[in-house]
T-cell receptor, first 117, second 110 residues
Framework: EPEVTQTPSHQVTQMGQEVILRCVPI?????FYWYRQILGQKVEFLVS????????KSEIFDDQFSVERPDGSNFTLKIRSTKLEDSAMYFC???????????????FGPGTRLLVL | SQQGEEDPQALSIQEGENATMNCSYK?????LQWYRQNSGRGLVHLIL?????REKHSGRLRVTLDTSKKSSSLLITASRAADTASYFC??????????FGQGTTLQVKP
């Protein structure tokens, strides 16, 4: 069964460093998402992406964050200058059609656990 | 305001018993989804119910949706130790963005 994959599974970085989290969505999916979950807290939406542009972003997704689909298969989340509070599990998700009146399931990857020291 | 609040926050039952988790939300939705998360792992989609549906079944799972009360419930029948996990409801209000609740931690004792 197709699945979303994410790399790395764990990443440790120093505060101020740049990190890139990678995701390979399910191949025929058109919509991509990033969420994060700080330890012990709820999963929070960061950004959605369709047709090579951001569809929607949350307040969390400030200028330090960016997303990119560098090729036909990868979807990346970059944090330019990490802060301690960026430590969290980051989930990538993809869906076949958008939930704009045509709801559809989002399939989540296993996550990347980011620790900022 | 919080969207997608589950209760109870924690539930402990014996294997074979049924587990019921509830979710309330505040805004209009297009659909509501339930996910399972094993400790420290990814989210696994369980079931999606659309706003025009009232009940849905999938194996041992039964989901109800009451849009007038802005609430949903997830029933797991004949629970197994392997059902031990956190369960989250997530609402989609027509943009594709999912808003998750805090989750219910379910422990099923063998």
């Amino acid at each position: 069964e197709p699945e979303v994959t994410q790399t790395p599974s764990h990443q440790v970085t120093q505060m101020g460093q740049e990190v890139i989290l990678r995701c390979v969505p399910i191949s025929n999916h058109l919509y991509f998402y990033w969420y994060r979950q700080i330890l012990g807290q709820k999963v929070e939406f960061l950004v959605s992406f369709y047709n090579n542009e951001i569809s929607e972003k949350s307040e969390i997704f400030d200028d330090q964050f960016s997303v990119e689909r560098p090729d036909g298969s990868n979807f990346t989340l970059k944090i330019r200058s990490t802060k301690l509070e960026d430590s969290a599990m980051y989930f990538c998700a993809s869906s076949e059609i958008r939930g704009g009146g045509r709801s559809e399931t989002q399939y989540f990857g296993p996550g990347t656990r980011l620790l900022v020291l | 305001s919080q969207q997608g609040e589950e209760d109870p926050q924690a539930l402990s039952i014996q294997e074979g018993e049924n587990a019921t988790m509830n979710c309330s939300y505040k805004t209009s939705i297009n659909n509501l989804q339930w996910y399972r998360q094993n400790s420290g792992r990814g989210l696994v989609h369980l079931i999606l119910i659309r706003s025009n549906e009232r009940e849905k079944h999938s194996g041992r799972l039964r989901v109800t949706l009451d849009t007038s009360k802005k609430s949903s419930s997830l029933l797991i029948t004949a629970s197994r130790a392997a059902d031990t996990a956190s369960y989250f409801c997530a609402t989609d209000s027509n943009t594709g963005k999912l808003i998750f609740g805090q989750g219910t931690t379910l422990q099923v004792k063998p």
